[in-house]
């Protein structure tokens, strides 16, 4: 069975480029067409184009909020989960101390990224040695349904807070 519903990927759906609903559709084809009874080791690659797709938003979304120059943006330098890092928070080109600065919402906004970066994306591509990092079917969708709703938040945050973002572009630059 399927844990996240059609509404929750139509919804993530409407703050991402055409390339990154692509990467979404493909998650829902891969679950769709695995069936339940399908015995895979780690079905981490159910979560792998989301992962993706997260990873090109939130560099969208700092670029939409200020937070990241078009340098920055354009850089295959940039990291995002060195910048939404809440250990480094307090460093000079720190993504999650700036977003936490520009909105009374928004550390508890980073805190939600960066835990959606770091399950959905980091625990997902990396090996930890001594840790099992194999997903069962249900955990893999779970991660699906957290980056899904990390990028829901924030597409909400953009659209409730245009103020604050056009005068966090011009403090940050």
């Known amino acids: 069975m399927i ?21 979404l559709t493909d998650v829902e084809t891969i679950i769709l067409k ?22 090109g938003f939130l560099k969208d979304f700092f670029l939409k909020i200020g937070i990241i120059s078009e340098n920055d943006y354009e850089s295959d330098r940039f990291r ?17 101390q700036k ?3 520009i909105h009374e919402n928004g550390e508890e906004l980073a805190e939600n990224l960066w835990d959606a970066w770091k399950f959905g994306r980091n625990e997902i591509f990396h090996y ?17 349904d957290l980056l ?10 953009l659209i409730q807070n245009q103020d604050i973002i056009r005068r966090s572009k011009t403090s940050f630059h």
């Open 3 to 23: 844990m996240s519903s059609p509404q929750l990927f139509d919804e993530a759906k409407k703050f991402l480029t055409p390339q990154q609903q692509n990467l």
């Open 34 to 55: 695995m069936k339940l009874e399908d015995h895979i080791n780690d079905y981490a690659f159910f979560v792998a184009p989301i992962s993706k797709a997260y990873e």
């Open 80 to 96: 995002v989960g060195k910048t939404l890092n809440p250990s480094l928070r307090y460093k000079r080109f720190s993504v999650f």
């Open 99 to 101: 977003l936490s600065d």
């Open 128 to 144: 930890f040695p001594g840790t099992s990092q194999n997903l069962s079917r249900n955990e893999a969708e779970d991660r699906i």
């Open 148 to 157: 899904l709703r990390a990028i829901i938040k924030a597409g909400e945050f």
